[in-house]
């Protein structure tokens, strides 16, 4: 089955604790996404990664980091700075096309909750 | 102003009508347009990309591009029941390739 992995489902986290949720793909695509949502909003961009050991901030970056060592898995760590981390978080990818990115698909996502 | 905008809603349509959405974006060198549906509690689906002027359509789906205007718009015929969920827009800008987001329109189709 190819597609898009996210784990765990449902997390929770107390105050103060960094959390890791996974990501990962394997439809062969090169980039791949973080997104935020919170309830009745649209998808907020975390960071983003076009190729292996390269990533960048997208508009919320602060008290996340992430990694991609390997193509096909992009984990986004949310640490204890990020004050208000409570959201559903979705991760995408989108294989490259010329020198475009454009179609992209998601995972079923995570439900982060502090408690 | 915002970089990609839609009506929250709820519209409500019913059903076998057609459901109209519209999302207006701000930057006017975008070049690529998505339509997703999300349902309650789920990840986005996409359902329509648009890249050129003009209508393109898939199944129930028609998504109409009109770069001048900076509007790109969902109809969605013989609405069903099913098709209640929020639909969101999406634009690639021409600079980079991040998706910009709209907020969502809701959608209830009503039996």
């Known amino acids: 089955d190819g597609g898009i992995t996210q784990s765990p489902k449902y997390l929770f986290r107390k105050e103060g604790q960094n959390v890791t949720l996974s990501c990962e793909q394997n439809?062969?695509?090169?980039?791949m996404y973080w997104y935020r949502q919170d309830p009745g909003q649209g998808l907020r961009l975390i960071y983003y990664s076009q190729i292996v050991n390269d990533f960048q901030k997208g508009d919320i970056a602060e008290g996340y980091s992430v990694s991609r060592e390997k193509k096909e898995s992009f984990p986004l760590t949310v640490t204890s700075a990020q004050k208000n981390p409570t959201a559903f978080y979705l991760c995408?990818?989108?294989?490259?096309?010329?020198?475009?990115?454009?179609?992209?698909?998601f995972g079923p996502g995570t439900r982060l909750t502090v408690l | 102003q915002k970089e990609v905008e839609q009506n929250s809603g709820p519209l409500s349509v019913p059903e076998g009508a057609i459901a109209s959405l519209n999302c207006t974006y701000s930057?006017?060198?975008?070049?690529?347009f998505f339509w997703y549906r999300q349902y309650s509690g789920k990840s986005p689906e996409l359902i329509m990309s648009i890249y050129s002027n003009g209508d393109k359509e898939d199944g129930r789906f028609t998504a109409q591009l009109n770069k001048a205007s900076q509007y790109v718009s969902l109809l969605i015929r013989d609405s069903q029941p099913s098709d209640s969920a929020t639909y969101l827009c999406a634009v690639i800008k021409a600079a980079g390739n991040k998706l910009t987001f709209g907020g969502g329109t809701r959608v209830l189709v009503k039996p």
């Open positions: 930057d006017r060198v975008s070049q690529s």
């Open positions: 439809l062969n695509h090169d980039a």
């Open positions: 995408a990818s989108s294989i490259r096309a010329g020198n475009s990115y454009n179609e992209q698909f």
